[in-house]
């Protein structure tokens, strides 16, 4: 498995499983079955409100906790709880995390911030992160950090590969998670002659070049699925390498356009909203 280093020295896989919109059932089993690939990365959050049914499919894959890196996030509904941490760790049946990010900048996002440097301190999180948060918010949170976080997860894929955020992200040595990897879905992306062209020479879907891709550009991507055949295929873009012309072609496609358009209004509805865990 390929790795890269955080800027705490700490080495995360480039490539795992994501379980956001999965299902408890369905998360407990698309992460036993991936650990069992040989995959090592896996993440969550409290809002999926399946961080048992993950826990659970790390205990049954067989695989070693201490071979696992795993991820969740704090919701914004727990951000002044002073036990989000070891209740989040609860539900997971761990003693700790390998990352911990706070999921939105909503509510008060920066006790939600402070819970996390804590964590790090007492090794509850091995690493922490921040998700969703660009512009203006990581300009702010820029001036308020006492440790740096290791992560940034936000959409990025082919159409979107954050190139004004990533200044701010090189300047600290903070890596970016990809969510909607492959565009949401889109056919669009998927049919770019690029993709279609590259699959065929190296054997792989164009869904597979484009994971790859995100590897290449130093991105962290945690594609989910509750078919294990598809989650086969996913982890399964290791044995290639794009060449620096082919990273060039792709590149051509950035659109500076995103799928997901984040409104102030639903900031203050998330932090209104309380997940409804699993119960133990």
Request: charged fraction near 25%.
């Amino acid at each position: 498995m390929e790795t890269i280093t955080l800027n705490n020295g700490l080495n995360c896989p480039v490539i795992g499983i994501g379980t956001y919109m999965l299902a408890p059932k369905d998360a407990q089993n698309s992460v036993k079955e991936a650990l069992k690939m040989g995959c090592s990365l896996v993440d969550t959050a409290n809002a999926y409100v399946n961080e048992r049914a993950v826990g659970r499919g790390i205990r049954e894959s067989g695989v070693d906790r201490k071979q696992v890196f795993l991820s969740t996030k704090l919701w914004p509904s727990e951000y002044e709880n002073p036990n989000a941490v070891d209740e989040t760790l609860e539900r997971l049946g761990v003693d700790y995390v390998d990352l911990l990010y706070i999921h939105q900048p909503a509510g008060n996002w920066l006790a939600g911030y402070r819970q996390l440097e804590k964590a790090y301190r007492e090794g509850k999180a091995k690493s922490i992160g921040i998700s969703n948060f660009e512009g203006k918010y990581i300009a702010e949170l820029e001036t308020k950090w006492e440790i740096a976080p290791q992560f940034i997860q936000v959409e990025a894929h082919p159409y979107f590969t954050q190139t004004e955020l990533r200044v701010t992200l090189d300047k600290y040595g903070i890596k970016l998670m990809s969510w909607y990897p492959l565009g949401h879905g889109d056919k669009s992306l998927m049919e770019e002659p690029v993709f279609v062209e590259l699959g065929k020479k190296y054997g792989k879907t164009p869904a597979q070049v484009i994971l790859r891709w995100h590897t290449q550009m130093g991105f962290v991507v945690i594609p989910g699925s509750k078919n294990v055949a598809h989650i086969k295929d996913n982890l399964d873009i290791l044995d290639f390498t794009l060449t620096e012309d082919e990273m060039a072609r792709i590149a051509l496609l950035d659109k500076g356009e995103r799928y997901y358009h984040r409104t102030d209004e639903q900031l203050v509805q998330f932090a209104a909203w309380r997940p409804e865990f699993e119960k133990a």
